[in-house]
């Protein structure tokens, strides 16, 4: 099992320089990991400077919205 967010560290402030929509998201098995760190990952997030998640709202299509 992930012990950090991912993807974290030099790869996540990669993605926040280059303005890549982020989106969370979970890869758990069971119930009780289903929002594993959600919400240190978006304290981290803030204090990187991300203003604004991405939410799927269709097949191709996603929405911005301020966290």
């Known amino acids: 099992y992930m012990q950090t ?3 974290f560290g030099e790869l ?3 993605l926040i320089q280059k303005n890549v929509p982020l ?3 979970s890869d758990s098995h069971s119930a009780p990991t289903l929002d594993f760190a959600f919400e240190e990952t978006i304290f981290m997030l803030k204090k990187s400077g991300v ?3 991405a939410f799927i709202e269709g ?3 996603f929405k911005m919205q301020q966290i």
């Open 12 to 14: 996540l402030s990669l």
């Open 23 to 25: 989106t969370l998201s």
């Open 59 to 61: 097949k191709n299509s």
């Open 5 to 7: 967010p991912y993807p």
């Open 51 to 53: 203003k604004e998640l």
